[in-house]
């Protein structure tokens, strides 16, 4: 039995495939060579100053927020794949601009572009996997699809950093013409290797007078909210961390990178385990709950790193960032199984799209809110980050019962119209 269970769990998932397992390595890649090397690359290849970098990646970041919802709605219109593809060819392409932004106006465009691309394609693989995944299913193949990301990421971020490491304007160059070129793979298997699951809604009326629902569904749009409390882990270690550890503590710098790669390879190792069991939105809010109560210890363990020195700092931080990878785990997990399955099926990807708002905002507002609370604040500052992830804990379980209870109808299909034989 035990040896059954053990093949069982060896077994890829329904939907799963070596073809989408590689997919999902090659945006990996793409994702890990834009976040190391983009602000690098337009700070000294195209030489803009940072604080300019910053500007134009949070409007771009803000713009491409309000794009979420319609383009949800036309991956349900126009079925995921189709949309996910259109996307992604789109993204490689705009990264071959990257070269030619030589004014901020022009890095402002290219960078706005960039994200309502990724977007779109974002919102196009998100109705995808709905599809794709059988009920039941979905957070267990999500896990196996973050896994495969993560490793890409860790081989994209070393690319860059090799890329980086030569200070030349070649080696900045070459960060994002591989990215051009992985993407550009990652769209040619979308069109040719993954399966066509498509499954495009086309109301009875007129696709133009279709209005969208989901941002006026109150409980799920609470929870798309609640969505983004949890997503705080992404500017808690992206922004918040590698900022706290250089001014606040005695940390060596190396920690920096340390808790990063870290970061990864506990994803890499845990993210299936962590999806076990979680495929049900009351599955879901528990692993939200557990999620919530894991990011509070991490808080308490980084707000003690600065109050610490030598080994018991390094200490310190060990637990927090162990604790922050498990609240990001069990928030993955616990994320798939509450939209997909609180989403009606004939608007999943709207559904998608508002749910992800929450975890857009998070780093919209994040980096600039944390670094004010804790880095300016100090270890008072973590405290306050830590109720906020208690109280996320203790509602979660109410909240998402709210949304259980609310009657989301599907919408009709019309009827095949009947022709003479």
Known sequence: MNRTNRMNRMKLPA????VILLRSMFSGVSTGLYLTGSAVFFTEYIGLSPGRVGLGISIAWLISTATMMPF???????????????????????????PFAGTY????????????????????????FGDLFPEGGRARGRAYLRTTSNIGMAVGAAIAGVAISLESRSGY???????A?????????????????????????????????AIRDRSFVAL???????????????????????SQTDGPTWLVAGTMLTNMGLCVLFQIRASRGVETPGNGARAWARAGIALVVCCVAFAVSGTTEGLATVAALAVGIVTLTAGELLTSAGTWAIRYGLAPES????????FGLGGQLSWVAGPAALSFLVVTGGPPGWLVLAG?????????????????????????????SAHPA
């Open 105 to 128: 106006w022009q890095f402002q465009l290219v960078v706005i572009l960039e994200l309502l691309v990724s977007g779109l394609g974002s919102a196009g693989a998100g109705r995808y």
């Open 224 to 246: 798309a909210v609640l969505n983004g409390v949890y997503n705080l882990h992404g500017p808690v270690l992206s922004v918040l961390l590698p900022l706290w550890i250089v």
């Open 388 to 416: 906020v992830f208690a109280a996320a804990a203790a509602v979660t379980g109410p909240m998402v019962a709210w949304a259980s209870r609310t009657d989301r109808e599907e919408e009709k299909q019309p009827e095949p």
């Open 173 to 179: 160059l070459a960060i994002v013409l591989i990215a």
């Open 72 to 98: 949800g709605m036309l991956a349900d219109r126009f079925g995921g794949r189709r949309v996910w593809l259109v996307g992604a060819t789109a993204s490689a392409l705009v990264f071959l601009l990257y």
């Open 15 to 18: 939907g799963i495939s070596p």
């Open 181 to 213: 070129a992985v993407t550009a793979i990652e769209a040619g298997l979308i069109a040719w290797a993954v399966p066509h699951v498509d499954h495009p809604h086309r109301p009875a009326e007129r696709a133009a007078r279709r209005k969208p629902v």
């Open 347 to 354: 608007r999943r990807g709207e559904y998608v799209a508002v």
